[in-house]
């Protein structure tokens, strides 16, 4: 249960190799030495990830096998997740993505799009029914400045994102009065392995930063935050930049 | 008649669905109970519980206020038989005029009997007339292992105490007989003492508490270096018809409070400020006078004085409020001092804590109150880092031998309830007789394992 200051019980990462999802679900267990459940393709590959939660803080760290592509499967790995802590599940993040071929159109365009939307909708949905079962828990949806506007250089990612990002704040309304909360979390260019060798953007942060501005929010009850919190106001400018200007914008 | 509601304890901070019943008549506990599903079942009252006691994430709450009956009153013995669901402040309107008084009330009069009894509360009494569960008689109680029983202190001890303070998760509780004790007027006479520091405030309670029926401290938490701890200090007793004026004495115990303020539905978040309080404790010790004797207030003025302002607990914004309540034992006070030395320090915005000294444990394994200092303060849930500030106090508090107020609790480090509860294997014990599937389940129950 998470308790009246928001101190959590057990996270659920589905992408559990996302740098992103760690660093929250880090923050997240050493409170109260949560138990963490890493979700992935290969779960046998999650030693170093489970090892660092523990160094963290977590009481507990299980792995199981999750495959964003195969949606019939996600309500009964979020079953198995669920039996792993052995109790509630407080917390879901949505974590896994892929960037594809510099996000742009590539050979992998529909596998990015299949994955960080098709995926995101099923597992959304399979996280949204274990939640609404137990009567409360919270819903954390990695999504990205990239879907806010999308631009040029990586327009296949940013719509993906875009679309999920639209999911899971509908997702919230249509789960508000239930228990279960949803936080949508829009980083702007994180230093990460999926942003490795890439040019860091200004404003750049780190997976520690966005993971510190998540559970701040979460704790505060809040439907989306920016990592920083700057490129809020910025993306308002940006969403209204005419778009031969727009298209300029490098990167 | 069943419905998916969001419950929230008072201090609206961790809401949870839950499938909401609401009994009409005792006769449908046993329903009620058969139909509830493997997520288990509370029983609610008026949800006055801070935290998370009444409330029950995807199972069902049992709301019991409908079951609101004045069954039986003996004038003779000054005992009175209720359904569990009515409210102190029922019962009050209907007994005062009477010449009856509960010999326990909390801070509010709206909290149910069957809440009053889980919770085991106690009042500004405790010192000499112990807990509310040392004034039940006897208890009627659907358990999910035996089904109804009838509990009473002689003939069912481990029963009996495993319910009062058991959180509700021995069974529902249907009816109770409860000892009154007798009064001549609906008003106190309280002398209040101004006191200049923790020191002065603690050595007049140790010397003035056996002398009065009710003591209590209103300690202004912002105020540091020398008035460190500074109180106001109230000792109060039940007035004779003697001590009212003429104007008063031809109806001594007319009660008739009236709750017609309403907090506001909103409130911003952040307007329970270090400055705001700082500047509502520091008018409420000016006005104050120094010393009054023989004072004398209506009994709902000095019980419940939150209880004018409907929905009080909305003035803490969304994002709600906890309150930290604890107790250490005698020989401990300084554990109370750096407590209210390190919220002095740290600015947080607390409202006047009350402190007060408690008399004799009872038997129940679950229930707060031993001999010793208990301190109670009022917090936003917002304040930064408050969560290790409070979790670094529990520290404190266990190493003191002391505990923290299951019905106050939203937020205690599950590893430390059986520290603070030693009785707890005990309690399990006689709870798996009772309810040996857990049934019984609520948000407390599943956040502290050690109650499951």
Known sequence: MRDGLGAVGSVVVLGGSSELGLAIAAELCRDRHATVVLAGRRPDALGAASARLVGAGAGRVETVAFDALDTASHDRVLAEAAAAVGGDVDVVVVAFGLLGASGGPGEDATLVAATNYVGAVSAGLAAARLLRRQGHGAIVALSSVAGERVRKANFVYGSSKAGMDGFFQGLGDWLAGTGVEVLVVRPGFVRTKMTAGMKPAPLATTAERVAAETVRALRAGRGVVWVPPVLRLLFIIFRHLPRPLWRRVPG | ?452
């Open chain 2, 1 to 452: 008649m069943s419905t998916a509601e969001l419950l929230a304890g008072w201090g609206r901070t961790a809401p949870s669905a839950a499938t909401v019943v609401a009994p009409e008549r005792p006769g449908e506990l046993e329903a009620v109970m058969a139909a509830a599903g493997e997520r288990g079942l509370i029983g609610r009252g008026l949800g006055r519980s801070y935290g998370d006691a009444a409330q029950n994430a995807g199972g069902s709450v049992a709301l019991m206020t409908g079951l609101d009956g004045i069954v039986d009153v003996d004038l003779g013995s000054a005992t009175v038989t209720v359904e569990a669901g009515a409210s102190l402040d029922r019962l009050m309107r209907v007994l005062v005029p009477l010449g009856l008084w509960p010999a326990v009330t909390p801070g509010t009069r709206y909290v149910t009997i069957g809440g009053a009894i889980a919770s085991d509360v106690h009042g500004k009494g405790h010192h000499l007339d112990g807990t509310f569960g040392s004034h039940v008689r006897s208890m009627e109680v659907v358990t999910p292992g035996k089904g109804p029983m009838t509990l009473t202190p002689h003939a069912t001890p481990e029963e009996f105490w495993a319910t009062a303070g058991g959180m509700g998760l021995t069974g529902l509780i249907r009816r109770a007989t409860i000892e009154m004790i007798r009064i001549d007027t609906a008003m106190i006479s309280v002398d209040s003492v101004r006191t200049a520091d923790l020191e002065a405030t603690m050595a007049l309670m140790v010397e003035r508490d056996r002398h009065h029926r009710y003591s209590v401290a209103w300690v202004d938490c912002l105020a540091r270096g020398a008035s460190l701890g500074r109180s106001i200090a109230e000792f109060g007793d039940h007035a004779a018809r003697d001590d009212l004026p003429p104007r008063l004495r031809t109806r001594p115990l007319e009660f008739r409070p009236s709750d017609s303020l309403r907090a506001p539905p909103w409130a911003p978040p952040g307007l329970l400020n270090r400055w705001t309080v700082a500047a509502f404790n520091e008018l409420w010790y000016r006005k104050a006078p120094p010393r009054t004797k023989g004072h004398l207030v209506g009994a709902a003025t000095f019980f419940h004085p939150l209880d004018r302002v409907a929905e009080w607990n909305r003035m803490y914004g969304r994002r709600g409020f906890v309150q930290y309540q604890f107790v250490v034992p005698d020989g401990q006070e300084d554990t109370v001092r750096r407590v209210v030395e390190s919220l002095a320090r740290r600015r947080c915005a607390s409202f006047l804590a009350v402190l007060k000294r408690f008399g004799e444990a009872n038997p129940a394994p679950l229930s707060f109150p031993r001999p010793g200092w208990t301190l109670a303060l009022d917090l936003p849930a917002g304040i930064e880092g408050l969560g290790s500030l409070l979790d670094g106090f529990d520290e404190k508090v266990a190493e003191a031998g002391g505990r923290v107020y299951l019905a106050k609790d939203s937020r205690l480090r599950p590893e430390l309830l059986e520290v603070m509860y030693p009785g707890l294997g005990r309690w399990r014990e006689v709870r798996d007789r009772l309810d040996p599937e857990r049934l019984m389940q609520s948000d407390l129950s599943r956040r502290l394992g050690g109650l499951a």
